[in-house]
């Protein structure tokens, strides 16, 4: 049973994460692991689906273990966690056979809470591997990026199938499952892979609000790239190309123009995928040119825009790729470059050798795809539709919302566009159609063709205006496409009455394309943002971990707009937990003072709404209590390691006992910590703002103070301050 109630679930996530609000479904999907079901968890890219079991993972006894698809995925949780004061680790194949001994050994001794491992792991030694895991004795399974154990997501991982043996080796531990995307026959799959044992589903909305999606026409695409990045100076992010040579190209030619980018393929050895990954990280890349092989592992909170240089395979890999945009919350651009070419291209990448099953699947992914690319109409309803989720039709922040729309008498081009069709024998697509229309001189057009009258009539219109029309005449039933994969267009009785005269066409068509706007005007001060970024940049470098797990650009914003100027002020900012508090607010909080002070600004905290404060008051306890046994027992002379002798009862345990009583004011501290270490201690905690959580004060003292001297210092702080 869960026995946390909402308040002390509240109290951790400030305590261990520095946030004062659960996000989405989150909250619900906790109880219910803390409650020992099994859970299936979909939750977009962004919303949080790692303190769904991070969280658990605190409160639970023993190891949580996570099953994770990526080495740099791990990595970077690693990384965030430990930043939190947190005992991490991971095992895969990057680590030396040294390595990974020091990680068993260290989770067999407990001191890991989570431990990240790969899905190879478990079917390549499973005997082995899961007498290990019987030995640590889990509490939680935790199984990310789940769609990648059904064959009908777009990620699978035959590795992933082998997982269900968890469930058969250990059927009491609760199992979560957690992916961003997944339609319901996904969902239904990865219940009956994991064998998962009636589990509570918890489906957030799909919506990014922060992400603007932009579909453009790909014309003279890398000139519109590099305007947009020259406007977005200050900004990383992920340019998505089809093929390795693409990449290559494209960061080359970014690289020329003064842009700092590099490219990444699978076909780059793995030390020098690494390298740029890392670089990217740490900010040294403003821009990566990749294909898909990218992304996945990448938990870089400050990705400004997602551009796709070309058209995905399918919706689910789109919206995936585009939600590592904006994982911080603020304003991001997710922009695609549509052409039929990348269509025509991807449809040969669709054929799955003999599995007509798996290329029919993809087929179909495609052709939503391709649907998606040319509707007209809210870019955010359709996707939000695409995963079974209604949305109004206006958005406000998509291309076609933001367009400057005008109904047009266009019947004479309607005659133009059926006559092609009709003349050519109704047994051509979209793109032969157009292309014959405007005059292409290609091969591909039939030689006999050429000679028709219609041949080369409609030059006067774009490609793209040409699309529209067949698009907005195939949409109001005005023209027929044919189901199969050549998509010939076909006239209809609409057709006829339009090519007769006997009806007029009007049609709403773009007046101009709507333009990639620029980031939104922020409150914060440009200035102090350089100067805490620069600050991050040299503690992340100090530390070795990329700038955003040191504080995400969300966590800066706050800083540079509401200008705290007090560790009490300081611990009412997004990301600032009680130990980033203790480690990292004095300097942070040093260089937010200095500006302040030198541009005469004062703290703008009271506009703020604050986290809410759950501190638990200690009271004295009542009389007969196991508190007061200890405390009695101290009264009569007994030493910390006596009473902890006779009651069975860890040194650490009695300390705490006693700090409460240090707290109330009826026992002295300096009975049990020397004046000399106390004085440090009470320095630290004025220094550091911390009086509640222990470890971080524990890390910055070393071994020469233990965690008992520390709380009973902690106590004693709290009383003189009327804490």
């Known amino acids: 049973m869960n026995n946390y109630s909402t308040e002390k679930l509240h109290h951790a996530l400030q305590h261990f994460f520095g946030y004062s609000q659960f996000r989405l479904t989150q909250l619900p999907v906790i109880e219910s692991v803390l409650s020992g079901k099994d859970t299936l968890t979909i939750m977009p890219t962004g919303g949080g689906k790692s303190i769904c079991y991070q969280l658990p993972a605190m409160l639970l006894p023993g190891i949580t273990i996570v099953v994770s698809p990526l080495i740099a995925l791990m990595k970077d949780q690693v990384d965030a966690l430990t930043a939190n004061g947190i005992h991490a680790a991971f095992l895969n194949s990057s680590q030396s056979q040294d390595e990974q001994?020091?990680?068993?050994?260290?989770?067999?001794?407990?001191?890991?809470?989570?431990?990240?491992?790969?899905?190879?792991?478990?079917?390549?030694?499973?005997?082995?591997?899961?007498?290990?895991?019987?030995?640590?004795?889990?509490?939680?399974?935790?199984?990310?990026?789940?769609?990648?154990?059904?064959?009908?997501?777009?990620?699978?991982?035959?590795?992933?199938?082998?997982?269900?043996?968890?469930?058969?080796?250990?059927?009491?531990?609760?199992v979560i499952a957690l992916t961003a995307s997944a339609d319901k026959v996904t969902q239904k799959d990865i219940v009956e892979r994991l064998e998962l044992k009636e589990p509570s589903n918890f489906i957030s909305s799909f919506n990014r609000p922060n992400i603007h999606y932009y579909i453009q026409p790909k014309r003279n695409a890398f000139g519109h790239i590099l305007e947009y990045l020259k406007k977005h100076k200050d900004d990383s992010g992920i340019i998505y190309a089809l093929s390795r040579a693409s990449t290559e190209n494209i960061a080359g030619q970014l690289h020329a123009a003064g842009i700092k980018a590099a490219y990444y393929h699978a076909g780059m050895d793995a030390p020098e995928r690494s390298r740029v990954q890392e670089a990217f990280l740490r900010d040294e890349y403003r821009v990566i040119v990749a294909t898909i092989a990218f992304g996945m592992g990448i938990d870089k909170s400050n990705v400004r825009f997602v551009i796709h240089h070309d058209v995905p395979k399918n919706i689910e890999g789109y919206y995936q790729e585009t939600g590592r945009a904006g994982r911080d919350g603020l304003k991001s651009d997710a922009i695609l470059f549509y052409s039929a070419g990348d269509i025509i291209k991807l449809k040969r990448f669709a054929q799955v050798e003999g599995n007509p099953q798996q290329t029919a699947i993809s087929m179909k992914k495609l052709e939503l795809m391709q649907a998606f690319c040319e509707d007209e109409g809210c870019r955010r309803q359709y996707l939000m539709e695409y995963f079974g989720e209604a949305f109004p039709s206006y958005c406000g922040s998509c291309d076609y919302c933001l367009s400057s729309l005008e109904e047009k008498e266009v019947t004479v081009d309607a005659q133009k566009l059926l006559s092609a069709i009709s003349r050519t024998g109704e047994r051509y697509g979209a793109t032969y159609i157009i292309d014959f229309l405007r005059g292409s001189a290609s091969e591909k057009i039939v030689p006999a063709h050429k000679e028709l009258k219609t041949y080369g009539i409609g030059k006067h219109l774009k490609k793209e205006e040409w699309h529209w029309m067949i698009q907005q005449l195939l949409r109001n039933r005005s023209l027929v496409k044919t189901d199969d994969q050549y998509a010939s267009l076909r006239l209809n009785d609409k057709s006829w009455q339009i090519l007769k005269g006997d009806v007029e066409v009007k049609l709403v068509m773009k007046k101009e394309q709507a333009q990639v706007v620029a980031e939104e005007e922020l409150t914060y001060d440009s200035g102090l943002m350089k100067e805490l970024k620069i600050l991050r940049s040299d503690v992340a470098e100090r530390e070795n971990v990329p700038p955003y797990v040191i504080l995400s650009d969300n966590t800066l914003v706050e800083l540079a707009t509401y200008f705290p100027l007090s560790f009490d002020e300081l611990k009412q900012v997004s990301g600032f937990g009680d130990y980033k508090v203790a480690k990292y607010g004095a300097g942070f909080l040093d260089v937010v003072k200095r500006y302040a002070a030198e541009h005469k600004l004062e703290s703008k905290m009271h506009f703020k709404k604050p986290k809410k404060e759950r501190k638990e008051r200690a009271a004295k306890p009542a009389a007969g209590s196991t508190m007061q046994a200890t405390y009695d027992m101290f009264k009569d002379g007994k030493s910390v390691a006596e009473i902890a002798d006779l009651r069975r009862l860890s040194p650490i345990t009695i300390e705490g006992h006693l700090a409460t009583f240090v707290e109330s004011g009826d026992l002295e501290v300096t009975k049990l910590v020397p004046k000399v270490k106390l004085d440090e201690i009470m320095s630290l905690i004025k220094t550091t703002g911390q009086s509640v959580a222990a470890k971080p004060l524990k890390d910055l003292l070393g071994d020469d103070y233990s965690y008992g001297e520390i709380r009973l210092a902690q106590g004693y702080y709290r009383r003189i301050n009327n804490e």
């Open 101 to 174: 001994q020091r990680v068993i050994r260290n989770a067999e001794q407990g001191n890991i809470k989570l431990l990240y491992i790969a899905p190879e792991r478990i079917p390549a030694n499973s005997d082995t591997f899961i007498a290990f895991l019987k030995k640590l004795g889990p509490s939680l399974f935790a199984i990310d990026e789940a769609h990648c154990i059904s064959q009908w997501g777009h990620d699978f991982r035959p590795e992933y199938l082998k997982l269900a043996v968890l469930k058969k080796h250990f059927p009491s531990v609760p």
